[in-house]
Antibody, heavy 124, light 107 residues
């Protein structure tokens, strides 16, 4: 059973960089040809896709955040990470990491495994 | 970006009721549509993928239909554990986008 766990600071000051890591267990992050994603959800609001990374390191970002986002992967640690620069209060949200299934060359994909989410508050 | 809308935004229903939630895409997305259930304080859970395929372990009272721009999630007989918020999500193109959600609560 694949499990994902987010970790990182819960409080970030405005204009600083938000950094989160997602640790994957129950399977290798580099097997199965999966994408790995970050998604966020402000309190009481809907879900926003931030971006994704393939095991090869190839990335795709949401254009709305592209200038501030970097997603990276460390296959040796079975982790992938999110960096979001120049944060403001609007970046306050629960951040989720998720696996994009079903893997392989499937045309339709979906978020089949999720972390529990971590609340990041941007405040001084 | 493909815009996703859902209706209604909320509904009140009783245990045993049949519930239908609609999702509409701003352009055709074929069958690249997924449904998730989210309970307070929890991560979303995949229910339906590719418009009509039930994810493993999801009760058969959940079903999905539709293609193109119009999709439906149906709960045939609402159970106490089904009170939650439901989101649709398109996987036709990036950026992936979600509907605003439909909150199902107890009448």
């Amino acid at each position: 059973q694949v499990q994902l766990q987010e970790s990182g600071p819960g409080l970030v000051e405005p204009s600083q960089t938000l950094s989160l890591t997602c640790t994957v267990s129950g399977g290798s992050i580099s097997s199965g040809s999966f994408y790995w994603s970050w998604i966020r959800q402000p309190a009481g609001k809907g879900l926003e896709w931030i971006g994704r990374i393939f095991s090869s390191g190839s990335t795709t970002y949401n254009p709305s955040l592209k200038s501030r986002v970097t997603i990276s992967i460390d296959t040796s640690k079975n982790q992938f990470s999110l960096k979001l620069t120049s944060v403001t209060a609007a970046d306050t949200a629960v951040y989720y990491c998720a696996r994009v299934g079903p893997g392989g060359l499937a045309l339709n994909n979906y978020f089949d495994y999720w972390g529990q989410g971590t609340l990041v508050t941007v405040s001084s | 970006d493909i815009q996703m809308t859902q209706s209604p935004s909320s509904l009140s229903a009783s245990v045993g009721d049949r519930v239908t939630i609609t999702c509409r895409a701003s352009q055709s997305i074929s069958s690249y549509l997924n449904w998730y259930q989210q309970k307070p304080g929890k991560a979303p859970k995949l229910l339906i993928y590719a418009a009509s395929n039930l994810q493993g372990g999801v009760p058969s009272r959940f079903s999905g239909s539709g293609s193109g721009t119009d999709f439906t999630l149906t709960i045939s007989s609402l159970q106490p554990e089904d009170f939650a918020t439901y989101y649709c999500q398109q996987s036709y193109t990036t950026p992936r986008t979600f509907g605003p959600g439909t909150k199902v609560d107890i009448k």
